[in-house]
């Protein structure tokens, strides 16, 4: 059989796509037979997730006594913000965990637990268990400047019920 020229690159554009769905279709694995057993276990990977990366905050920076308060509307910050100085006199401690993460609340978990400071390859920071991030139960840093850190929990209804919280540290750094 003799090709053209003005036939051969569709013809090799084909033989190529071919060739290509051949290989690929070699790689699927469905982990089933036709006989009726299963021949192996389908790997799943999940989507999405990337290694954790270190936050551009070091967890010993927020470990201290803070007075805590919250808002909702951006516009009640700088009030917030006196509420929380003002709460200093029963201040939420912010604790070093024994594996170099901070001990704090998760929303809605009457005990506190060590959790991790990540960051993300958006810049953003985070707080929260090991996992995904951000994860569920994440709350993101909304700013810090060593006197005044804002956070505000990733799941939406904890974000509702919680608000921005905006954490004043109650004694001067060490």
Not at 54 to 70: F, H, K, Q
Not at 89 to 107: T, W
Request: hydrophobic residues 35%; glycine residues 12%; proline residues 7%.
């Amino acid at each position: 059989m003799i090709i053209g020229s003005h036939n051969a690159r569709p013809v090799a554009s084909l033989a190529i796509v071919s060739a290509l769905a051949a290989f690929l279709g070699g790689c699927e694995t469905t982990g089933f037979s036709f006989g009726g057993g299963s021949t192996s276990a389908p790997v799943t990977n999940e989507p999405g997730v990337a290694p954790e990366m270190p936050a551009t905050i070091r967890s010993d920076e927020i470990v201290g006594r803070w007075g805590l308060a919250s808002y909702q509307n951006p516009n009640d910050r700088a009030r917030t913000e006196a509420m929380a100085r003002a709460q200093c006199k029963q201040p939420y401690v912010i604790s070093a965990g024994s594996s170099g993460g901070v001990v704090m609340h998760l929303a809605d978990q009457a005990t506190p637990q060590e959790l991790r400071l990540k960051g993300s390859p958006s810049g953003k920071n985070y707080i929260g268990p090991a996992g995904p991030t951000p994860g569920e139960q994440d709350r993101e840093i909304v700013s810090f400047d060593g006197r005044v850190l804002v956070t505000r929990f990733i799941d939406k209804d904890a974000a509702v019920r919680y608000g921005n919280m905006v954490y004043v540290r109650c004694a001067p750094r060490a």
